[in-house]
């Protein structure tokens, strides 16, 4: 019967030839195959080898050091398809540089282009990422000056008078992916991951091109161990496995802890103080948002301030049993992790793969989602996707906004020395944010305000002082904050000047006091 050697990391980097094009798994620093990564790096350090590699992969993998940040050396890499670099400073600045060819993906279609690519198909053909900057019509997903003149990615396809984007297949030569155990056969699985990712998808990928499927593993045992349903992906497929030697450093399970089993479901903790938040003006922002929620709501939180606070105010205010939290990664229930750890979560009651996640957010769309954001402009359009000179890429933004019928974006009015301080359920502005976050017309189209009112989807934008919605005639002020002056700390600030309801109200003052729960029961409940 086919199976895997078992080789040192070194040698698993010896595999890779110059010129080759690599897939790998994970997010964040989840699922990532260190003992490998790293390897690869010293070979290219030490050797000058391997060069011009192709890097593909649908997620942010790093922790701003480790993950993917191994390839981040000019030479080594000359192209990168990717989802999102926002916790890869090393690799932005290769492509803010432009010292590499780089070109974005949503990361939901990247994740099922896999699928595509195994199943022989065209490309993933889809209705997510027309009118952003992904269109080809309009950017292509291209990051920087050097990719501009380089061949598409995409195309626009007509099928029964309607158009779509189609993402080209990407032949593979590797995939690298991290499992748990391992038996002697080669069967590989993930149960210690805290995310289900798109393994299998991107091994039978890698087959259809006739590449190798290289893997990680923690534990290693004996034939007839593992029960057949816990197998990810069969060792029949998987071409070599690297035993990890040092599991604390180099397989651990997020950036911020080697193992715990509450995140990957093996047990339930007990909630503690610890999970209650500060009143900060990240929080703030949460409180408001989240009263666009409605009972039974099945909503998801990207990244930023959404899952930094959505979870722990969900839990503060006692509405678990109301409402369904998702995340991109396959979460459903619990209190997701934000920062270097997003897309994981404790005590959560199901998590399915990655990949069919998107199923749902492509497909039906969740109530409502909770996203963060850089500008927005008159017409609705927001940029989550380039700010400043770093090109952070999409991750699951466009994909999630698509098609969720109710987008609520969640941003400080200002950015960049902003601070607040809440006086007697009051806002207060101590200083100022030096940089314009609504702005005549934004840098990137992230999410197309026009798409969105022609098909009557509802869209809020939530600030610790203002909120608006995209109504038909452009983006309308509905509500400002106790204690701000509309003229001074709202209009002046603006690039434009917004529709101002006839019906301008103030925001609940509860929203800013900061000892408990401020009603959030009570407001979905009525």
């Not at 997701?336 to 039906?364: E, S, T």
Request: hydrophobic share 40%.
């Amino acid at each position: 019967m086919k199976q895997p050697t078992f080789i040192s990391a070194k040698e698993a980097a010896a595999m890779i030839e110059s010129g080759s094009t690599i897939a790998t798994i994970g997010m964040t620093l989840v699922s990532a195959s260190e003992s490998i990564l790293k390897a690869l790096k010293e070979r290219f350090l030490q050797e000058n080898r391997p060069q011009g590699l192709t890097l593909v992969h649908s997620c942010g993998q790093s922790d701003r050091d480790r993950g993917i940040q191994h390839f981040a050396h000019e030479g080594m890499l000359h192209r990168i398809i990717g989802g999102h670099w926002g916790l890869q400073p090393k690799m932005m600045e290769l492509i803010s540089q432009n010292k590499i060819l780089a070109y974005c993906i949503p990361q939901g279609q990247f994740a099922q282009l896999y699928r595509s690519m195994a199943g022989g198909e065209p490309g993933k053909i889809t209705k997510v990422g027309l009118g952003t900057f992904v269109d080809p019509r309009m950017e292509g997903g291209k990051m920087n000056e050097l990719t501009k003149s380089a061949p598409d990615i995409s195309d626009i396809v007509t099928i029964d008078g309607e158009e779509y984007m189609r993402y080209r297949p990407i032949p593979l030569d590797y995939v690298i992916i991290r499992g748990t155990a391992v038996d002697e056969m080669g069967n590989l699985t993930t149960d210690e991951e805290a995310m289900s990712l798109e393994v299998f998808s991107a091994v039978m990928a890698c087959k259809k091109y006739g590449g190798k499927v290289i893997a990680q593993a923690k534990y290693k045992v004996q034939n007839g161990q593992l029960h057949c349903k816990r197998v990810t992906v069969p060792g029949v497929f998987i071409d070599a496995v690297v035993m990890c030697e040092n599991p604390e450093i180099d397989h651990r399970q997020t950036h911020s802890f080697a193992f715990d089993p509450a995140y990957c479901g093996d047990i339930k903790v007990p909630i503690t103080n610890s999970d209650v938040l500060p009143l900060t003006v990240r929080k703030l922002i949460g409180r408001r948002a989240l009263m666009e929620l409605s009972a039974n709501d099945v909503l998801n939180v990207g990244t930023g301030i959404p899952n930094d606070v959505v979870g722990p105010i969900i839990s503060e205010e006692g509405i678990g049993e109301d409402v369904t939290i998702t995340v991109e990664s396959g979460i459903y229930g619990g209190i997701p992790l934000g920062g270097v750890d997003f897309g994981i979560a404790k005590n959560n009651f199901a998590l399915i793969r990655h990949d069919d996640q998107f199923d749902y957010y492509n497909g039906a769309g969740v109530d409502i989602t909770f996203m963060g954001a850089g500008q927005v402009d008159p017409a609705g359009n927001v940029n989550a996707t380039k700010l400043g000179p770093m090109p952070t890429g999409a991750g699951g933004f466009i994909d999630i906004t698509t098609n969720a019928k109710h987008v609520v974006f969640c941003s400080t009015f200002t950015g960049k020395g902003l601070k607040c301080e809440f006086t007697d359920g009051r806002l207060n502005i101590v200083q100022e944010g030096s940089l314009i976050k609504f702005v005549k017309k934004v840098d990137q189209i992230s999410y197309n305000g026009q798409i969105a009112r022609d098909k009557k989807q509802k869209m809020h934008y939530v600030t610790e002082r203002a909120v608006f919605e995209l109504c038909p005639e452009g983006l309308v002020l509905t509500e400002i904050a106790p204690g701000i002056d509309l003229k001074k700390q709202v209009l002046d600030l603006m690039e434009f000047e917004p529709i101002i309801s006839p019906n301008l109200k103030e925001m609940k003052a509860e929203l800013f006091c900061g000892n408990g729960p401020f009603g959030l029961k009570d407001l979905i409940r009525a």
